[in-house]
């Protein structure tokens, strides 16, 4: 009787305190004062404490501004875990089979291994002489998180293979997806609504939210599981085939994938409407299929690109779409101050997930779709992407709204919106317009960019309000005194983000160079240029041309590079965030750092190993790897069938390498 009474206490307590927390960060319109929040705060905790199996990693108490959060260890994959290429249909599939028949020249017959494409995350999970020692998120593909605690909380990943299973393999790195499991999901999310807790919107983000828990024994409560599909590495001869793959980790002990193998690609395209509709019987979201070429000697000769193996493809399913009612129409601004319409929607589900906003783009496809507020539409989602408006449902007899109209200020600051020649967006040119400096300073802290914990968007914004930082240099200027003075921010708090700007400071060039929110230059750009150039200084020098011939950079970041750094006010920028001691140096990868300022040019075959392996190679020695041939470059590395480059080479007087010229030069 007693305790039923406490938890009723601590469940009104957390609406309440979460109802207090809208009120404040979203909607600016506190009821009480910091003082009787605390005291809500306070009795929650206490009682919360005395009964530890009803904390919940959600509680209001687990998750305010200022609690530490130890982050999980870095763990460097072995090899890249790349991602997959996207196909919709036959016709695709079709072009990435004759691509695939190109570059391994043989007959046009190849066998394929059909899987579930599994929505879930990508892990790897390590064995040092068949013992599980460690486990990975797949990150950004090179650098994941270490979540080994949490994976061991997954029974079906076994412990330990039996010696007699091993293969002789002593460092074996398997991959494969956790999910969440179908039935679990709803008894789970229905708990966290009985606690006024909002609900999980999708079974990827609930999977990836559970693996990345501080506290493993919460991951344990959690409906988790894994289906592995992939060797990442391991210390022995290869397999012949990704069917003896499969057969090796289920003798090993490992929960496989599901996998039918086709004679040829007629095969494969006559099961995609089969497994689609089985799909559903599964206890697992599926969200296409992925098709693997069987022969590893022929995956090993088709390669990589830099984002994609070019062996397997992803057969997506087409998209799901839902009806639902427009609330109200509203503007974003975002970072460059380009405006976005954005829809309110009556809350639908979509694919699984709850959608409740989505993207209207811009103006002219607000008229080109005639959308008003109050109108039945149409709404799909497609994987990763916001959903979007597809079309309006007339309903006979129904009066609809007036017209949209674009509204013709930035609904932040009030400056005239701008709309070039040429381009869809309004934008607001205001460069001070503190909406989009608070997207600028919101992104730079970000994750994936400085990774500066503990700068909520409740402190950006109030940071900008008060005119504290009209700079990403003004963040490292910030004292504790200033930052105590923030409302909702106790001393520890403060503490907390003057310790997380300090730390970021070393996040590293490449992050750095992500941060500044460079038009084009996203994630994978910044990591090559930081590669490339090893400094911000060496960087600086650079001229478009030079910055467009290298790999995956291309013309247009490059000349978006070169604008940013023609603008004095961003070089000064630069020079105040270097005096303040941020990191503009990458971390040096290479271990002679012979090749040093070198520049390549790949072409042709190489018999030993794919160009994926040789570019890593000549990138980890400090060279560069550039896509045509000039007088800039140093060496040509031709294999087999060569063409054009090595012609090029010749006329130019660039000396070229054959590959045991290449491989004595990299020894
Ligand atoms: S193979 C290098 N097989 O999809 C090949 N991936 O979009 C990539 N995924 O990062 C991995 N089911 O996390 C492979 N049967 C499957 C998969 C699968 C789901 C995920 C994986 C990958 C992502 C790529």
């Known amino acids: 009787m007693a305790s039923n009474k406490a938890q009723k206490e601590i469940e009104k307590l957390r609406t309440e305190i979460q109802r207090h927390d809208v009120l404040y960060y979203a909607e600016d319109r506190p009821e009480i004062s910091d003082r009787e929040y605390d005291r809500l705060m306070q009795r929650l905790k206490d009682l919360e404490s005395r009964r530890p199996e009803w904390a919940t990693p959600d509680?209001?108490?687990?998750?305010?501004?200022?609690?530490?959060?130890?982050?999980?260890?870095?763990?460097?994959?072995?090899?890249?875990?790349?991602?997959?290429?996207?196909?919709?249909?036959?016709?695709?599939?079709?072009?990435?089979?004759?691509?695939?028949?190109?570059?391994?020249?043989?007959?046009?017959?190849?066998?394929?291994?059909?899987?579930?494409?599994?929505?879930?995350?990508?892990?790897?999970l390590t064995y040092e002489d068949g013992r599980f020692v460690?486990?990975?998120?797949?990150?950004?593909?090179?650098?994941?998180?270490?979540?080994?605690?949490?994976?061991?909380?997954?029974?079906?990943?076994?412990?330990?293979?039996?010696?007699?299973?091993?293969?002789?393999?002593?460092?074996?790195?398997?991959?494969?997806?956790?999910?969440?499991?179908?039935?679990?999901?709803?008894?789970?999310?229905?708990?966290?609504?009985?606690?006024?807790?909002?609900?999980?919107?999708?079974?990827?983000n609930s999977a990836a939210g559970s693996l990345r828990l501080l506290d493993h024994k919460i991951t344990a409560t959690r409906p988790l599981d894994i289906l592995v599909y992939q060797i990442g590495y391991m210390d022995r001869e290869p397999f012949a085939t990704q069917v003896e793959v499969f057969d090796k980790l289920k003798s090993m002990g490992f929960p496989t994938n599901r996998r039918d193998l086709c004679k040829n690609l007629e095969g494969v395209i006559k099961l995609i409407e089969q497994w689609k509709a089985e799909k559903e019987s599964l206890d697992y979201d599926?969200?296409?299929?992925?098709?693997?070429?069987?022969?590893?000697?022929?995956?090993?000769?088709?390669?990589?690109?830099?984002?994609?193996?070019?062996?397997?493809?992803?057969?997506?399913?087409?998209?799901?779409?839902?009806?639902?009612?427009?609330?109200?129409?509203?503007?974003?601004?975002?970072?460059?101050?380009?405006?976005?319409?954005?829809?309110?929607?009556?809350?639908?589900?979509?694919?699984?997930?709850?959608?409740?906003?989505?993207?209207?783009?811009?103006?002219?496809?607000?008229?080109?779709?005639?959308?008003?507020?109050?109108?039945?539409?149409?709404?799909?989602?497609?994987?990763?992407?916001?959903?979007?408006?597809?079309?309006?449902?007339?309903?006979?007899?129904?009066?609809?709204?007036?017209?949209?109209?674009?509204?013709?200020?930035?609904?932040?600051?009030?400056?005239?919106?701008h709309r070039a020649e040429g381009e869809a967006a309004w934008r607001c040119v205001n460069a001070a317009c503190p909406a989009q400096l608070k997207e600028r300073l919101w992104h730079f802290a970000s994750r994936k960019a400085m990774d500066v914990d503990h700068l909520g968007p409740a402190i950006v914004d109030q940071l900008v309000d008060k005119e504290m930082v009209k700079t990403f240099s003004d963040l490292y200027k910030l004292k504790l005194e200033d930052l105590a003075s923030l409302e909702r921010m106790a001393e520890k708090s403060a503490q907390n983000l003057v310790d997380a700007l300090e730390k970021s400071k070393t996040a590293g060039f490449d992050r750095l160079l992500f941060a500044l929110g460079i038009r084009l230059v996203g994630q994978r750009a910044a990591a090559v240029l930081a590669q490339s150039y090893g400094s911000m200084e060496n960087l600086l020098k650079a001229d478009a041309d030079e910055l467009g011939e290298i790999m995956e950079i291309g013309p247009g970041i490059a000349q978006s590079l070169v604008d940013f750094f023609d603008e004095e006010i961003n070089r000064e920028e630069i020079r105040r965030l270097s005096e303040l001691g941020i990191?503009?140096?990458?971390?040096?990868?290479?271990?002679?750092?012979?090749?040093?300022?070198?520049?390549?040019?790949?072409?042709?075959?190489?018999?030993?190993?794919?160009?994926?392996?040789?570019?890593?190679?000549?990138?980890?020695?400090?060279?560069?790897?550039?896509?045509?041939?000039?007088?800039?470059?140093?060496?040509?590395?031709?294999?087999?069938?060569?063409?054009?480059?090595?012609t090029k080479a010749e006329k130019l007087g660039v000396p070229v390498l054959n590959e045991e010229e290449f491989k004595k030069l990299l020894d």
């Open 59 to 124: 509680s209001p108490t687990q998750r305010v501004a200022g609690k530490v959060q130890e982050k999980f260890a870095a763990a460097t994959h072995r090899a890249p875990m790349l991602s997959l290429d996207n196909t919709y249909n036959a016709d695709e599939l079709w072009d990435f089979h004759n691509r695939v028949v190109k570059n391994i020249g043989s007959a046009s017959d190849v066998e394929y291994v059909v899987e579930n494409k599994i929505d879930g995350l990508g892990v790897a």
């Open 134 to 204: 460690r486990g990975a998120t797949r990150g950004d593909g090179i650098k994941g998180e270490d979540v080994t605690a949490n994976l061991k909380t997954i029974k079906s990943i076994p412990e330990e293979i039996p010696d007699d299973k091993r293969e002789g393999i002593r460092e074996l790195e398997v991959r494969g997806e956790v999910y969440m499991r179908k039935s679990g999901f709803k008894e789970l999310n229905d708990q966290r609504i009985a606690v006024g807790l909002a609900p999980f919107a999708n079974l990827r």
């Open 286 to 417: 599926v969200d296409g299929l992925v098709i693997k070429v069987n022969s590893i000697k022929y995956q090993e000769k088709l390669g990589s690109t830099a984002k994609h193996p070019r062996w397997a493809v992803a057969y997506k399913f087409e998209t799901e779409q839902a009806q639902t009612k427009i609330l109200d129409i509203v503007c974003q601004v975002g970072r460059t101050g380009s405006i976005t319409p954005v829809a309110n929607l009556e809350p639908v589900q979509v694919s699984g997930s709850t959608v409740a906003r989505a993207t209207l783009h811009n103006e002219d496809e607000i008229r080109r779709k005639d959308v008003r507020v109050g109108d039945t539409v149409i709404i799909e989602k497609a994987g990763e992407v916001i959903p979007k408006v597809v079309q309006v449902v007339e309903i006979p007899g129904e009066s609809r709204g007036e017209p949209f109209v674009m509204r013709s200020d930035c609904p932040e600051c009030k400056t005239p919106l």
């Open 583 to 646: 990191v503009m140096q990458a971390e040096v990868r290479e271990t002679s750092g012979k090749l040093k300022g070198k520049q390549f040019v790949l072409t042709g075959t190489l018999e030993s190993l794919s160009r994926e392996s040789a570019k890593e190679k000549i990138q980890e020695q400090g060279g560069r790897i550039t896509t045509s041939v000039s007088k800039k470059t140093d060496y040509v590395v031709a294999g087999a069938d060569p063409g054009s480059k090595l």
